[in-house]
């Protein structure tokens, strides 16, 4: 097993965590900000040396010694090679699977900065840190050809980032939740259980994109109280401010699938007519068979890869802004936890396959327009994957019990938009009854004695 370093503060050795509205790491103590490439470049740094000092003492004890060789070229220069060859690869691979100009720009600046910054490091190489989804995906496609299957035999995670990640598994639950080396878990955001055991990271995917944290602890704290502000049923103890600090930021694993659907449908629709003469009225109805058919491309339909998670939850805070997606880095994970997925791409596939043959059929119904009447008769969609990406996406979340029963609160960490599951308490619904219902009662049968009993001193 290799020596392994963690993400420290450069100037202090304090803990870094991401800070989504400076979007850079920032040091919890001296408050020094660093870039993911910045931290990258330092850890694949520090990587090297540990596993260089592993390396001279094997070979010490074997009494073997290896030489080094010199590097044909500056490291600046291969640095610009490595950021060129990456940021056209990306480009025309973002093209290719529907990106606009303006985001496959952006996509292949990113691409091109982290191969830069992983060249000289021997823990992670310039091809690799050079790979965007799209290209890994091609490189499997030349396998089977089957986008599903393919993506099952991904990559796992590489050695130097595997070491530095923990897993901590919730026996409440079964939830499997992994973080860096100094990022405590003190609960799991999905059940509450308190007690969560340190284990294992393994049989897990290593992501390939990633949107980092926009809005902080205090924004989703602030858009709660806002959230739950005016309703009047809800249990004191779930507005207590103690309360609000279970609020965890987790990164929920996404599948994403990009590809091309084609439909094909019949409609039965009709036309109508009518008028009078002296003596009867008549209708002339017309009937025709409809005959529609398309094809769509979709990029990247979400499709969560957690049981956890109701879907229901996960469709109300879309849409996340893909422009701001990024090739994953472990350096955007310190301060938060990351959920592992307990459902894979091939399990996934059919909640996808689904929205997007929905969204098809009632594109191409459509089209059917012009008549009275439409009524369908039958069709199919065929859906075509080209390219699959697992991704992280930002989630604030907040699980809390009321009687015996569950409630989750979900805040998307971009854009702020949420969603939960409000209590209500009985007794304030009570309250509220006799202080309305029972002074209206009271205020009619007075009205009624005095109109129909009379009314006497």
Sequence with gaps: MAETTNYQCPNCNGRLRWNGELGKLQCEFCESTFTTEEVEALYAQKQAQADAKVAGDRAQQAGKHAKVAAADASLETRRNEARVAAQNEAYEDGIAHGMSAEEAAEYARKAG?????????????????????????????????????DYLANSKWDDADADNMRAYNCPSCGAQLMVDQVTAVTSCPYCGNNTVVPGQL???????????????????????????????????????????????????????????????????????????????????????????????????????????????HMDAIEPYDYSEMAPFSVAYLPGYL????????????????????????DAIAAQAGGYETVAPEGGTVSVNWTNIAYALLPVWMLHTKWNGQDYLFAMNGQTGKLIGDLPIDPGKVRM??????????????????FVFGGFSL
């Design 113 to 149: 900065e982290a191969a830069a910054a992983a060249v000289g490091a021997p823990a992670v190489s310039a091809a690799a840190a050079s790979q965007t989804d799209a290209t890994r995906v091609k490189v499997k496609h030349a396998a089977t050809g089957d986008p599903v299957q």
């Design 202 to 312: 393994s049989d897990v995917l290593k992501p390939d994109l990633i949107i980092p944290f926009k809005l902080d602890k205090n924004a989703a704290v602030q858009a709660l109280k806002k959230y739950y502000g005016g309703k009047r049923f809800l249990p004191n103890g779930f507005t207590e401010g103690n309360h609000l600090e279970e609020v965890q930021g987790v990164y929920v694993p996404f599948w994403l699938y990009t590809g091309t659907a084609e439909g094909d449908f019949t409609f039965e629709a009709t036309n109508s007519r009518s008028w009078t003469d002296s003596e009867n009225m008549y209708t002339e109805t017309d009937h025709y068979r409809l005959y529609r058919s398309g094809t769509m491309q979709f990029v990247r339909v979400p499709a969560d890869g957690s049981t956890r998670m109701p879907d229901a």
């Design 338 to 361: 990351t959920d592992r997925y307990d459902l894979d791409v091939a399990q996934c596939d059919s909640r996808a396959r689904n929205r997007v043959e929905t969204t098809c059929a």
């Design 432 to 449: 509220r009854y006799l202080t309305i219902i029972v002074p209206l009662i009271i205020v009619i049968a007075l009205i009624v004695v």
